[in-house]
């Protein structure tokens, strides 16, 4: 199952760390790919692409926006075993050097290959819609302290959460795209026509970046579609209604959180008819429980509880990320009545283009980077491959 597709009697062949083959079993030459081996699959099962996860804050007990590099990497292998081969680790509104510092910690993951990049959460968003966020720590866009996350960024940024109807927003989008980063509209109080105009401005400028950090289908993204905006209104549709639009008209992809918590399982089944699987991007907004049983965490500055799987602020009852895998959410997604090869889509291939990444992931084709999930019939995993390396995983490391 790939780019929307599902294939019956179907194979994929790996070699030295790439898909060498991908298509009818019955086209499978093994003597024109000596060194490939056919993957195995469960009766009824399928087999995937790794998923990519753009807004993810940990994992296993490690936090993206606070802990140190080892429970950072400890974070992304749990994420990696449970079919998240690749992902950006997303940092939370903070003071000018925690954000400085943690990008330090980050860095090396990037170098490596653990991680893909890292998104910044704020600290331009609105004070009304700052949910999760330190309310301490938000800004209007401010040219220095922009200057000085991305040079500590040294290019590894790849998107950045903000709010249009600050101001300055207009300056900062265009700032974020002339550095390679890709904006993403969210933790906002706009009106329909700001989030509109803003959304445009950018899906322009990141179609005329010469930049090479975004692919073909670069545009803009909206973090989590609904959580931290307003409602959407019929006489007052607010920013929901503009990007939903422009999502349908392929200039923005939006984020849904399809874990059963974040939105109404029909919430999510109408964004995907409305919009189309291509235009919509699953993820976890993932925090540190997650992997874990319920207790008391950490987000960034603030402490978090986890009851049943929800993580809410301590101090407020704002929710607080997610607990959920992206395997999970694909799963429920499908539960909601996407079809399965939307949902793996929109896990998948159109992530990997926001990255600017689709001719590395995202799809099972010949070249592409060995990064695989079979799952059975269930939409349970049975195995996960990385560069071709299969990993083994407890899908879970406790319960709630």
Known sequence: MTDGVVLTDGAVAVAGGVIAFAGPRAGFDSGAFPAARILDVPEGGTILPGLVDLHCHGAAGG???NDGAEACRAAADFLHRNGTTTLLASLVTASIEDLEQQIEVLRPLVADGTIAGIHSEGPFLSHHRCGAQDPEWLRDPDPELLRRVLTAAGGTL???????ELPGAGDLVSALAAHGVTPSLGHSDADSATAAASLELAAGLLSAAD???????ARPTVTHLFNGMPQMHH???GPVAACLRLAAAGI???????????LDPETVRMVFELAGAANVVLVTDSMAATGLPDGDYELGPCAVTVRGGTATLASNGALAG??????EVVRRTIAAGVSPADAVLAATAVPAQVLGLESEIGSLKSGLRADIVVVDRDFRQTAVLRSG???AAPYRLGHH
């Open 235 to 237: 006489r007052g549709p």
């Open 211 to 217: 930049s090479g950090a975004f692919g073909a289908a």
């Open 252 to 262: 923005a992809a939006v984020e849904l959180i399809g874990d059963g918590v974040h």
């Open 63 to 65: 936090g993206f926006p």
């Open 158 to 164: 790849r998107t950045m959460t903000y709010a249009p």
């Open 389 to 391: 390396r299969i990993l």
């Open 322 to 327: 997610g607990t959920a895998t992206l395997l």
